[in-house]
């Protein structure tokens, strides 16, 4: 059978464009819902609007996060993921197959690193992110944040 119709292309490359995959991962939930293809159940709302709630602490609206140092907003993106990765444990089904994409968008995170090596044998193969890199991550635990807390409305709303 082949996939929905609306269903985003499979994979990009890692670590480009965040913001954009997570939009497609966004249009694709608005449209199940919009279809009542996914029906959240009230504990879905509620581990939604609580991941919601986790996200928005963890990475602050854009002038605040970008005014601290590139460790601390690494700190607060790998907060966004175990976020993502706590709620994920305690969930089955759309809205756990929602966070489990957002999860692997948003993981080039964990290949990033704030401190400078010596040399990168050092590393792991942890690289430094652009700061452009980080303002993407942040745009798109945002617009995560906003879908979140939408869910069991109308339609998740964009941010």
Do not use: Y
């Amino acid at each position: 059978m082949p996939p929905h119709p609306t269903q985003p292309s499979d994979r990009q490359p890692a670590g480009t464009d965040m913001r954009a995959q997570i939009a497609d991962l966004v249009t694709e939930a608005e449209t199940q819902l919009r279809d009542g293809l996914w029906k959240p159940t009230p504990e879905d709302v509620a581990l939604a609007r609580k991941a919601a709630t986790g996200l928005a602490e963890a990475v602050r609206p854009a002038a605040e996060q970008e005014a601290l140092p590139t460790i601390k907003r690494l700190e607060h993106l790998r907060e966004a993921l175990a976020v993502l990765a706590i709620t994920l444990a305690r969930t089955h089904g759309p809205l756990a197959w929602f966070l489990a994409r957002a999860s692997t968008t948003l993981s080039p995170v964990l290949a990033w690193r704030a401190l400078p090596a010596a040399n990168e044998r050092q590393t792991f193969g942890a690289t430094l992110p652009t700061p452009e890199e980080l303002h993407d991550a942040e745009d798109a635990v945002r617009h995560l944040h906003t879908t979140l807390a939408h869910t069991g409305g109308q339609t998740p709303g964009h941010r």
